[in-house]
């Protein structure tokens, strides 16, 4: 006779031997992250490593390399302009509201805002040419070959360049409007003074146009493909 304990045992649908049993599989035991000392901040992910790493371009040549140097330095530049420029128009605007309510004055707020102002979207198109973001055409680019990129790129280089000089042209003819009818009067900065911020700006914006020229024609007498920008943290 089977023993009644296999018969109520299978009857539940249970295996009655151990040796039914099928083995689990074993979990893969994950390595415990390092212990932070106490005091210490834990240490930055790798994700927010990437965002602030600054831009390399692994496939520069020593030509290129250079140029790109020059470019970025002109950029810190107009960076660090930008960032006085916004400083000055926070802090005069700021000043102007809070001693408003003590009835107090601000000397030049409103010159200080409307010509900082202007700088800065004048700079800005500057730093936005030196940062390659002043003209797009991704849906186009993207039905060419890497290479022939390149070429698109360096075309629409040679069109923005005759923009600028439309802009600067007009900006001149601006400056001689603006001395016919100069008005006296006590202005921290003149409307004339203000008036060469365009050709200024658009001079900034061609030198950064024909500096990023200089350096696609290196990549394509060297046979590259269009550099990519790849951050160091990577």
Sequence with gaps: MDDPKDEGAAGDGVPAKEADIPETRKQEQRPEPPKEDAGQAPPPRPSSM????????????????????????????????????????????????????????????????????????????????????????DLLSRRFSPRNRLFLRITLSLFVIFVLVLLIKSGFANIDNEKQFLQGGEFLVSRVKVAWLIPIAGFMMIVHAVLHIIIDVDYIARGKVPPERMRSGH
């Design 50 to 137: 990437e965002l602030h790493a600054p831009m390399s371009f692994p496939d520069d040549g020593p030509f290129a390399a250079r140029v790109r140097r020059i470019d970025n330095a002109i950029g810190k530049g107009e960076q660090a302009v930008l960032v006085f420029m916004l400083a000055m128009v926070i802090l005069f605007g700021a000043a102007g509201a809070a001693l408003k309510l003590a009835h107090v004055h601000v000397p030049y707020k409103d010159d200080v805002i409307k010509s900082g102002t202007f700088a800065i979207a004048m700079l800005g198109g500057a730093f936005a040419s030196h940062q390659m973001k002043h003209l797009s055409m």
